[in-house]
């Protein structure tokens, strides 16, 4: 159970950030909390609520030089369906 727990997690914050996370936001957002907490849940708790409040959550990051194929999905999928992108466009964005 608690594999799935952290996978979970793991899978809340790549689509709460709309793309995959690097090795150092896994082990801040996901790792790390399942490391401090003594309960698997509260673990979850942590990383949803730690993923809610970062700014790659609330803000869209805006074009520039640095813009790759899941800015372009994020940027599209909100400008069609005022969400963010499902499985399939996050896919076409890797």
């Known amino acids: 159970r608690p594999a799935k727990l952290k996978e979970f997690a793991r899978k809340f914050v790549e689509r709460a950030f709309r793309r ?5 936001q896994k082990a801040l957002y996901v790792d790390r909390q399942f490391a401090d907490a003594a309960d698997p849940a509260a673990a979850v708790k942590r990383s949803v609520l730690l ?10 990051e805006v074009g520039g030089p640095g813009a790759d ?8 999928s909100f400008a069609l369906w005022d969400t ?11």
Do not use: I, N, Q
């Open 20 to 24: 995959p996370l690097t090795d150092e």
């Open 51 to 60: 993923a809610l409040k970062s700014p790659r959550f609330l803000y869209r």
């Open 69 to 76: 194929g899941y800015d372009v999905a994020s940027r599209l």
């Open 84 to 94: 963010g992108p499902d499985a399939e466009l996050m896919k076409a964005a890797g």
